[in-house]
């Protein structure tokens, strides 16, 4: 199986002052032999690792991790798609095999529009040369400028990280869910499974409270255009990797077995063109 989604820092204030105090837990050097562990434990044996921090010096580190440790399968880096050098950036990057996708931390974005400037807007069609994929890190209120995005670029594939956050603390439904559903009716994008438990109450939640946000997520998707992801070490927030992993497995034990393939290995594959000769179980 495959963990589509987790980071990876050497711990410093300066670059990762996002962790506020309620975030101690977070606030150390998580590294790959301590992650691998976590995912033996639960039975993963491959990863995607996703970007934490907005430097291209943070993507070249992940690219240099995923080279000593051949568990990581792709890196989703930033990339600087608002500057001139962005198409140089995305051409030095991507001539590494584990380079696959790109994001960048838009739910932060003082402008709630950002993903309609014409700026982003040449960023994300630089992209396409390359074949890289596109992670939307979003709260609900911009999924309606996500699906202007979607719509634009037809041919780009998206996913949307964590289900685009939903308040499920405060049991939120909509318009979460009418927004979803249209972002799912287009067939370029994407959902990952993952995120869910530091959307609800850190010290409180549990397993019932997340499966109508499932329901919705895999009727709106189907199997065949959704991923699991831990979101380590984020997710030690509300709880340690093999809790927050048990939630996916208790939900999709009912499906067939080619549909929780999809889910937990292949699906992820096909997203972030991972190299088939190098995953395990493919050839």
């Given at each position: 199986m495959i963990d589509a989604h987790h980071h990876l820092w050497v711990y410093n204030d300066r670059d990762y002052n996002w962790m506020d105090e309620s975030m101690g837990i977070l606030k150390r050097d998580y590294l790959p032999c301590e992650l691998q562990?976590?995912?033996?434990?639960?039975?993963f044996s491959e990863s995607v690792v996703v970007q934490a921090r907005q430097t291209v010096e943070e993507t070249d580190w992940l690219l240099d991790v995923a080279d000593s440790f051949e568990f990581i399968k792709g890196v989703v880096g930033w990339v600087d798609l608002l500057s001139?050098?962005?198409?140089?950036?995305?051409?030095t990057f991507s001539s590494h095999p584990k380079f696959s996708g790109v994001r960048h931390v838009i739910h932060d974005e003082p402008d709630p529009g950002f993903m309609l400037r014409d700026d982003?807007?040449?960023?994300?069609?630089?992209?396409?040369q390359y074949d890289l994929a596109y992670d939307l890190l979003l709260f609900p209120r911009h999924l309606p400028n996500a699906l202007q995005?979607?719509?634009?670029?037809?041919?780009?594939?998206?996913?949307?990280?964590?289900l685009s956050k939903p308040n499920i603390k405060k049991r939120?439904?909509?318009?979460?869910?009418?927004?979803?559903?249209?972002?799912?009716?287009?067939p370029n994008v994407?959902?990952?499974?993952?995120?869910?438990?530091?959307?609800?109450?850190h010290s409180d939640w549990n397993y019932l409270e997340l499966v109508p946000y499932l329901d919705?997520?895999?009727?709106?998707?189907g199997t065949g255009r959704l991923m699991t992801g831990s979101d380590w070490p984020v997710c030690r927030l509300a709880g340690e990797y093999a809790d927050i992993m048990s939630v996916p497995f208790h939900y999709f034990a009912s499906f067939t077995e080619e549909e929780k393939d999809q889910v937990f290995r292949s699906n992820?594959?096909?997203?972030?063109?991972l190299k088939k000769d190098q995953v395990s179980g493919t050839g």
């Open positions: 562990e976590e995912m033996k434990k639960s039975g001139d050098e962005a198409k140089d950036q995305l051409g982003f807007a040449m960023g994300i069609a630089a992209m396409g995005l979607v719509q634009k670029f037809k041919n780009q594939r998206f996913v949307i990280d964590h939120e439904i909509e318009p979460w869910k009418t927004d979803i559903t249209r972002m799912a009716a287009n994407w959902c990952k499974i993952s995120g869910l438990v530091t959307e609800a109450d919705i997520v895999v009727e709106a998707f992820a594959i096909d997203f972030y063109n």
